[in-house]
């Protein structure tokens, strides 16, 4: 089975470029997470969805920051404008409903921003 | 206050010695389960063992246990036999199904196995 798709795997862009992380979750799984790493930071969620609707967000750094998941099986992470600051590796992870469910991440997109 | 804390950010373990990787947790919900993740230096992040808040015995999976003490609010991770390919960051995580089924996350333990 194929587990969660991000792309693109690796990005590098200019300073006030758009850019846009694409994840395919699990077939089946009804949450998909987006997270955020960063040596300073570590692990930080930024926002996560249930069958397609956001349920909480409160990790969005700010608005240039958006996220959106038209379908079950594909969501966005977009930044508009980039900044250098968001220069960080971020994972799509997908799971079941469930406490024993866990989560399965996918490698992973590292955004360089200069 | 951190639904998960782990307190060592770095360890170090001979080759074939046991490890332990410490993580506390903090919830009022009686339903929840623990987690523990590895990532290697490559990146990906991987699931390694799961304990349940209303398992009676300790998780074990392969090499890894989970040494659960539910009355101290613990769940460290036990890696036995250490091996070089174990040299990781080690996350542990909880996930309260009943308070919107997020996962929280610890800062991470960083392991070196020293051959």
């Known amino acids: 089975d194929a587990g969660v798709i991000q792309s693109p795997r690796h990005e590098v862009t200019e300073m006030g470029q758009e850019v846009t992380l694409r994840c395919k979750p699990i077939?089946?799984?009804?949450?998909l997470f987006w997270y955020r790493q960063t040596m300073m930071r570590g692990l930080e969620l930024l926002i996560y969805?249930?069958?397609?609707?956001?349920?909480?967000d409160s990790g969005m750094p700010e608005d240039r920051f958006s996220a959106k998941m038209p379908n079950a099986s594909f969501s966005t992470l977009k930044i508009q404008p980039s900044e250098p600051r968001d220069s960080a590796v971020y994972f799509c992870?997908?799971?079941?409903?469930?406490?024993?469910?866990?989560?399965?991440f996918g490698p992973g997109t590292r955004l360089l921003v200069l | 206050a951190q639904k998960i804390t782990q307190t060592q950010p770095g360890m170090f373990v001979q080759e074939k010695e046991a490890v332990t990787l410490d993580c506390t947790y903090d919830?009022?919900?009686?339903?929840?389960?623990l987690f523990w993740y590895k990532q290697p230096s490559s990146g990906e992040m991987i699931f390694l063992i799961y304990?349940?808040?209303?398992?009676?015995q300790n998780a074990t999976e392969g090499r890894y246990s989970l040494n659960f003490q539910k009355a101290r609010k613990s769940a460290n991770l036990v890696i036995s036999a250490s091996q070089l390919g174990d040299s990781a960051m080690y996350f542990c995580?909880?996930?309260?199904?009943?308070?919107?089924?997020?996962?929280?996350f610890g800062t991470g333990t960083s392991l070196t196995v020293i051959p």
């Open positions: 995580a909880m996930r309260e199904p009943n308070t919107g089924n997020q996962f929280y």
């Open positions: 304990q349940g808040s209303y398992d009676q």
């Open positions: 077939s089946g799984h009804d949450y």
């Open positions: 919830t009022s919900d009686p339903s929840y389960g």
């Open positions: 992870a997908s799971s079941l409903f469930g406490q024993q469910e866990t989560q399965y």
């Open positions: 969805f249930n069958n397609n609707v956001p349920i909480d």
